[in-house]
């Protein structure tokens, strides 16, 4: 089993950027797949990024293709997300969530989700 907790959100200006961190307890990443994902309000909660620690593999949302870049700390306990350019349209709560399987990126493919970091993009 594997706690997660999300890290780094914040108030910023439209063109700005932050960096959110993704932080594993329990045991390390190496055996998980790790994904973001985000809900604004009245909107459903969608997939942002997602990585395969074993392969280092990596998959974008359209919307956030250029602009959203995944890393991980060599500890294998972290996973990064850099924002940068960051809109309005950005506008949400993020979540952290890790699975064991090596297909799927719905949501529900996802068995252990952190409790969400605000993130808030003015214009």
């Known amino acids: 089993q594997v706690q997660l907790v999300e890290s780094g959100g914040g108030l910023v200006q439209a063109g700005e950027s932050l960096r959110l961190s993704c932080a594993a307890s329990?045991?390390?990443?190496?055996?998980?797949?790790v994904g973001w994902f985000r809900q604004a309000p009245g909107k459903e909660r969608s997939i942002v990024a997602a990585?395969?620690?074993?392969?280092?593999?990596?998959y974008y949302a359209d919307s956030v293709k250029g602009r959203f870049a995944l890393s991980r700390a060599n500890t294998k306990n972290t996973v990064f997300l850099q924002m940068n350019s960051l809109k309005p349209e950005d506008t949400a709560v993020y979540y952290c969530?890790?699975?064991?399987?090596?297909?799927?990126?719905?949501?529900?493919?996802?068995?252990?989700w952190g409790q969400g970091t605000q993130v808030t993009v003015s214009s």
């Open positions: 969530a890790a699975k064991t399987k090596n297909y799927g990126l719905a949501l529900n493919d996802y068995e252990y």
């Open positions: 990585i395969s620690w074993s392969t280092a593999n990596t």
């Open positions: 329990g045991r390390t990443f190496d055996r998980y797949h």
